[in-house]
């Protein structure tokens, strides 16, 4: 068998973690063709299968995942060290992947991510949205973005300094035909537009009530956070799974709606939405960029850290 190329074990890589060709030729920047011919090239020269594949899916063979439990940490190590020679021309260049929620990709788009464009033009931002929670190295990410809580416990975090609280907002329009609630309880006369959890149930609201000289009402929240807080199942004729679908519905006036402050921002600078209960605000956990400790942090990383240090001393 014929010397096999490094660009081949890493299309394997790629369409083993991906489950698929098209989604590998995406994350590589390849066409599908290519990335499939370099599969089929592999194989016939090995003689042996590597992938079962169907018009639908694509899985892993025996012998295909033991392949890939041996190459896998080869050619991770031989990324590494030439990241590591990278690091030493001292300007960060190359592509930067990290995996987030769509919360915390637009809470620090503007304040961190153009930022360190702005400053880092060599460098390829490569940012997938997600709501679950993956595998950060196993799937290619160089980081991760998420609340405190669901950071993995063996990942190394760096927390960002944002204050993070969620707001309860409105419509003029809705507040002067229903009126405003002065405290949570009030809110059973009201339409609320509620999220969908995980489970598929509606997810209850969050109240916290500011009290001066207590701990914070929840582990990482910012400082100055309130000490009592209450959760409430509040009544809606709407349950929606995304923040954006949610924000939608507040602005059409079809309700009130408990979001964080990051994506109604705009909104209520420009009066298009006004906040209610703001006493009552619930504060949320720190949100961290997270990464694995067992790995050579390339150039890239280095940076986007000391830049949110650099935030977080302002």
Known sequence: MQKDSLTEFEVVLAVARRQGFRPAAVELEMSTSAVSNAVAGLEARMGVRLFHRTTRSVSL?????????????????????????????????????????????????????????????????DVVTEGRLVDIVAEGFDAGLRLAPQVPRDMIRVPIGLPLRMAVVGSPDYLERHGTPPTPADLARHACIRAR??????????????????????????????????????????????????????????????????YVAEDLASGRLRRVLDGWAAPLPALCLYYSGHRHIPSTLRALIDLIHEINRR
């Open 61 to 125: 063979t025996e012998a295909g995942r033991r392949f890939i439990d041996r190459v896998g940490p080869a050619v991770a190590q031989i990324q590494e060290a030439v990241a590591s020679a990278d690091d030493h021309a001292g300007v960060p260049t190359g592509t930067l992947r990290l995996n987030s929620s769509l919360g915390a990709a637009q809470m620090v788009f503007r304040p961190i991510l153009a930022e360190f464009l702005r400053r880092h033009p060599g460098v390829t931002l």
């Open 197 to 262: 959890m995980p489970s598929g149930l509606p997810s209850p609201w969050e109240f916290a009530r500011a009290t001066r000289g207590k701990p914070a009402a929840a582990k990482g929240a910012v400082k100055g956070a309130a000490a009592v807080s209450n959760t409430l199942d509040v009544p809606g004729p709407m349950v929606l799974d995304s923040p954006l679908l949610m924000l939608e519905a507040a602005r059409a006036g079809l309700g009130l709606a408990q979001i964080a402050e990051w």
